[in-house]
């Protein structure tokens, strides 16, 4: 069984084993680590301008410098689960434990944008081979209820570290400088991999084969899809350094369907996007996670280089967007239960459509306060609501046996949506970031409203119309 099925997997009580008394205290030191790996995914917008002035980077590199953590997150997760199966969860935890915090203190160190780039790539390699042995070891430490419960307090991280990220990169480049958004996992990250192995009982491995011809390819392609993405901006949509990357994207992706399909232990079972459900939580999770951290990074651009606000003014800003997606998400997971998933999903894309059409029209004459902090709450509200209705109507839509494997899918396209969101946006608002113009943050806006828009379509047809009934936690990261 691999570790995403463990997630879903229901023992008798007679097959339980005794409860281990270290369980909550593996629990907290697990999610500890865990919320560092959704703070970096946040953490840093707020200190790119630092970042940029201090390293001379231009728009290309800063995009990088969030899109390499979250593609190497994203793209090699699915095989760091598999690892995680192979050599026992424990010892993969710690080892990506090991990676995320040496990777991070080498970023924080970093001189050029280089190096900073292969600190983040290296992070996310680390929180790839993390994130996945953590959750197997919280489905396999956990029973009955408690599972439930723990699952739970699990989910929770995720929103908790979204929002943190920005407070916290904001006190931190305001006070002793942008490196620290990256120092500060160092001690965190010691202190958990001296506790953890005194409270987290080793567990002979599972046989499992590993794929990692299909990890790399699924890896480059999106790699390559981003590229191409980010060039545009550059490059124009028609030229070379553009069509290229775009092009040997596709290539690549073929080329992973084809080894997955002729592989004994694919990394991803293909078959899993014959179901609508499956398709449905994944292209919902992909565009929610998109427009976020789209909103994050050209927030945190705007405000500071067009606005001049200060980084921990602008961390202030974000606050309330995190509150409204945690709310929207709460409020989501009761009307997914009674109204459905494709009314949930439908009004949260219009809502966030709705938000971000001011940011579109309006931010030139209007206040940070009139214009776009109101349109980032009610736009990230609807986005909280759209993320519960994708985690829900791919996991608990479909055969319980299978709720495991969807699980991996949706993560994987939760993180790769952030890395494409943020590329999209980057070239939209090409002028914008370099040289503050305000126009090339209306564009950018004006692209996220209308593929908002145009996912609350897509989703009246895609998403199906029943009920999901839930039978555990939450198992999205």
């Not at 203190?105 to 280089?114: E, F, I, K, V």
């Not at 570290?161 to 620290?180: E, F, K, M, N, R």
Request: glycine fraction near 12%.
């Amino acid at each position: 069984m691999s570790h995403h099925e463990a997630a879903t997997h229901h023992e008798s009580p007679e097959q339980r084993p005794p409860a281990d008394p270290r369980r909550w205290t593996a629990l907290t030191l697990i999610c500890l680590a865990q919320f560092m790996l959704i703070l970096d995914v946040t953490v840093v917008n707020v200190a790119l301008p630092d970042m940029a002035a201090d390293l001379d980077l231009g728009r290309t590199t800063l995009t990088w410098v969030v899109t390499a953590y979250t593609l190497c997150f994203g793209g090699l997760m699915l095989l760091g689960g598999r690892l995680a199966d192979a050599l026992g969860a424990r010892r993969t935890l710690l080892a990506g434990l090991a990676v995320f915090t040496a990777a991070s203190l080498a970023t924080g160190l970093a001189t050029s944008g280089t190096a900073l780039l292969g600190g983040r790539i290296a992070q996310g390699v680390g929180a790839a081979l993390l994130s996945p042995a953590a959750l197997a070891i919280v489905t396999t430490t956990f029973h009955g209820p408690e599972r439930n419960r723990a699952l739970g307090i699990w989910s929770a991280i995720g929103a908790a570290g979204s929002a943190a990220g920005v407070l916290l990169g904001g006190i931190l480049t305001d006070g002793p400088g942008w490196q620290w958004v990256f120092y500060v996992n160092v001690p965190v990250g010691v202190l958990v991999l001296i506790a953890l192995p005194a409270v987290v009982a080793h567990r002979p491995p599972r046989p499992a084969r590993l794929d990692l011809p299909g990890a790399l390819l699924v890896t480059a392609g999106t790699g390559a899809l981003i590229y191409g993405l980010v060039e545009a901006g550059d490059s124009g949509w028609s030229g070379p350094a553009t069509l290229l990357p775009l092009a040997a994207a596709i290539v690549l992706y073929g080329v992973f369907a084809a080894v997955e399909r002729a592989s004994s232990s694919p990394l991803m079972d293909l078959r899993m996007f014959t179901r609508r459900p499956v398709v449905a939580g994944s292209f919902l999770m992909l565009i929610a996670t998109a427009l976020l951290i789209a909103f994050f990074f050209l927030g945190s651009v705007y405000l500071q280089h067009v606005r001049g606000l200060s980084p921990m003014r602008t961390g202030l800003v974000f606050l309330p967007v995190a509150a409204a997606t945690a709310l929207g998400a709460h409020l989501g997971s009761r009307t997914v239960g009674k109204l459905g998933s494709r009314t949930t999903a439908v009004t949260g894309m219009t809502v966030a459509a709705l938000g971000t059409v001011p940011l579109a029209w309006f931010l030139d004459g209007g206040g940070v306060g009139t214009v776009l902090l109101p349109g980032f709450v009610v736009a990230s509200f609807g986005i909280g609501a759209v993320f519960v209705t994708a985690t829900t109507t791919a996991l608990a839509m479909i055969d319980h046996h299978e709720a495991g494997l969807a699980s991996g899918v949706v993560n994987t396209f939760h993180e790769v949506g952030g890395s494409i969101g943020v590329a999209v946006v980057s070239t939209a608002a090409a002028a914008g970031i370099e040289r503050g113009a305000v126009s090339g943050f209306t564009t950018a806006f004006a692209v996220c409203a209308i593929g908002a828009a145009v996912s609350a379509l897509a989703a009246l047809a895609l998403v199906p119309t029943g009920k999901p009934q839930m039978s555990g936690g939450m198992h999205a990261h």
